[in-house]
Nanobody
Framework: QVHLVESGGGSAQAGGSLRLSCAAS????????MGWFRQAPGKVREGIAR????????YYAESVKGRFTLSQDNAKNTMYLQMNSLEPEDTAMYYC??????????????????????WGQGTQVTVSS
């Protein structure tokens, strides 16, 4: 059984930083696509960063590229999202999600959150101006 647990959300001023963690269990084998999503009130869930097992360079959405960094600690089965230069527009509930997919699918800009069957409970990030 796959279990994802996010932590590290909170409040920050614009220009500040936060780091999110996602502890995973039950995910074994290869062809795993795992990433961070966010959903603001009234908006669709947006995929912002993803990685694929065995591939070193993550995918980033344009909205966070250059400000957010995804990393992994395989020994701890934990994925992180370092968020710098935060903006009020980054305010949302942040989720980690996982699925099994091909490499090309994982890095597709059009990959929908609907393709991810495994989700954490989410952690709130609020950025004030």
């Amino acid at each position: 059984q796959v279990h994802l647990v996010e932590s590290g959300g909170g409040s920050a001023q614009a220009g500040g930083s936060l780091r999110l963690s996602c502890a995973a269990s039950g995910l074994t084998g290869s062809n795993i696509c795992m990433g961070w999503f966010r959903q603001a009130p009234g908006k669709v869930r947006e995929g912002i960063a993803r990685f694929y097992t065995g591939v070193s360079l993550p995918y980033y959405a344009e909205s966070v590229k250059g400000r957010f960094t995804l990393s992994q600690d395989n020994a701890k089965n934990t994925m992180y999202l370092q968020m710098n230069s935060l903006e009020p527009e980054d305010t949302a509930m942040y989720y980690c999600g996982a699925t099994r997919a091909a490499n090309s699918t994982c890095f597709s800009r059009t990959l929908s959150s609907a393709a991810f069957p495994y989700w954490g409970q989410g952690t709130q990030v609020t950025v004030s101006s």
